[in-house]
């Protein structure tokens, strides 16, 4: 029986270890672990590769979130309109911000509904806050001429999505600001969490500076209320190695979710992501390959048995469901959709081999000869 884990941590490191242990020494040599050249150059490497004027390496991605709804003057009680298909860390940023999540339906891309935001505005939305999921971004058209007829303002969740792009728009671009996530999982990953804000409004960017920093100004003055949420210096070396290799990365990504749509298009019980290049408006970099699946449990067990690792995201809830923070939306779509989610195997350490072994597997239970 061939092992397939969902992903191997271990490997983050061993694939590049030689260069990130001199990283490492050499950081430490020089003693610079906050807020040093490292994180500069590397804040202006992923400001160029998204094509935003400004980047700032922060904690973590909610961090990111959170400050960025602070920035754009987010009031006690504004709503802020979320997709329901995303983790709790997008709701809790608006939270925790002084505002109030009101998730939403998600589409059958999987993505935040254009629909479903124009019915959920009201008087206090402020914010459009969709989440890029799974390394695909939205149809921020429609979002943008929502957000434009009623005032409001865009907020991009692209924690997933560092490098997909829309109508050749970077993720994370749209609106006032996104929020990246570095966790070890993504597709660019540091040794922990991390985080940035990429923007291109210089008063954000000021203001998201100073929030994450304890409110302190270039000369050290303490001018407002912040957190402590800066992205450490070794962290942000590390990343900066990989990112120099990040369009490879993306490309073998793209190739293995070409060889899934290749060996599953065809297998009735399942539906796939689009394929890469099925839409001229869309670039995907697949952080995950979500599918939807007839006898989803069922699948998942079947694929244990046989050594595959597979994930159903978010602990198999949507936002809305989490009703012990009271949340009461109805939204049948999304409750329909998250018996049928599955994420299979999407990670640098798979082979070929590999996605054909766990390809030949779904197939098999689904009584497809091989």
């Avoid at 672990?33 to 980047?55: C, N, P, T, Y």
């Avoid at 124009?118 to 971004?137: H, I, K, Y």
């Avoid at 402590?228 to 990989?242: E, G, K, T």
Wanted: glycine share 8%.
């Amino acid at each position: 029986m061939q092992l397939v884990p969902f992903f191997k941590y271990s490997d983050i490191f061993s694939v590049n270890e030689d260069a990130f242990v001199a990283t490492v020494r050499d950081v430490g040599r020089r003693g610079a672990f906050i807020l040093q050249g490292d994180l500069r150059e590397f804040e202006r490497h992923l400001a160029e590769f998204v094509g935003a004027k400004f980047a700032i390496g922060v904690a973590n991605a909610t961090d990111g979130l959170h400050l960025l709804l602070r920035a754009a003057g987010l009031q006690l009680g504004d709503e802020v309109i979320i997709s329901s298909h995303t983790m709790i860390a997008t709701a809790a940023a608006v939270h925790f911000a002084g505002g109030v999540p009101v998730p939403v339906e998600c589409g059958a891309d999987h993505l935040m509904d254009s629909r479903a935001v124009r019915r959920a505005v009201t008087a206090r939305t402020r914010v459009v806050m969709p989440t890029q999921l799974n390394g695909r971004t939205c149809d921020m058209d429609a979002i943008a001429e929502i957000a434009d007829e009623n005032g409001l303002s865009i907020v991009e969740d692209a924690a997933q999505a560092l490098g997909s792009r829309y109508k050749d728009q970077s993720a994370g671009t749209f609106g006032l600001g996104g929020a990246i996530s570095f966790y070890p999982a993504k597709v660019l990953g540091c040794f922990g969490d991390g985080g940035a804000v990429v923007t291109n409004d210089s008063t954000i960017y000021r203001q998201v500076l100073l929030l994450r920093d304890h409110g302190r100004d270039e000369q050290g003055n303490v001018v407002a209320w912040g957190l402590n949420s800066r992205l450490d210096n070794l962290q942000a070396a590390i990343l900066d190695l990989q990112l120099a290799k990040y369009p490879g990365v993306i490309q073998r990504r793209r190739r293995i979710a070409s060889l899934y749509y290749e060996r599953l298009c065809e297998t009735r019980e399942i539906v796939l992501p689009p394929a890469p290049d099925t839409s001229p408006d869309h670039f995907d970099i697949f952080q995950n390959y979500e599918i939807e699946a007839e006898y989803r449990d069922g699948l998942q067990q079947y694929l244990k048995d046989h050594g595959i690792g597979t994930l159903i995201q978010w602990g198999g809830l949507a936002v809305h469901q989490l009703k012990a923070l009271g949340f009461t939306q109805d939204l049948p779509y999304t409750d329909s959709l998250f018996t049928r989610l599955l994420m299979l195997p999407m990670n640098m350490s798979l082979s070929d081999e590999d996605v054909t072994y766990v390809s030949d597997i779904v197939r098999a239970f689904y009584g497809y000869a091989q």
